[in-house]
């Protein structure tokens, strides 16, 4: 989804992705929350006795995720701007 939604700001005006934007973020903290409860409570019910791991035990995984992230946008960035150059 957050693709998606780079590739369409990337296309639209300046005025128009603030917008956009601002809406899909609106949209994703009131939606995701929802998928998430739903996930926990059937992985809870199919693990009772089981707790959940501590949060602080992954931040390795994060850093992980945040430079995969990076290069993703990165890469993204670039092939965008082949298809649309500055200035033209």
Not at 16 to 32: D, K, M, T, W, Y
Request: hydrophobic share 60%; aromatic share 14%; proline share 6%.
């Amino acid at each position: 989804m957050a693709a998606a939604e780079g590739v369409i700001i990337f296309f639209i005006p300046d005025a128009l992705s603030r917008l956009v934007s601002f809406g899909a973020e609106i949209g994703f903290l009131l939606i995701f929350p929802v998928f998430m409860e739903k996930e926990f409570s059937e992985w809870q019910a199919t693990h009772p006795g089981a707790m959940p791991s501590n949060g602080w035990k992954a931040i390795g995984w994060g850093v992980v995720g945040t430079a995969v992230l990076v290069v993703i946008f990165f890469l993204m960035f670039i092939a965008l701007s082949k298809l649309r150059p500055v200035g033209h």
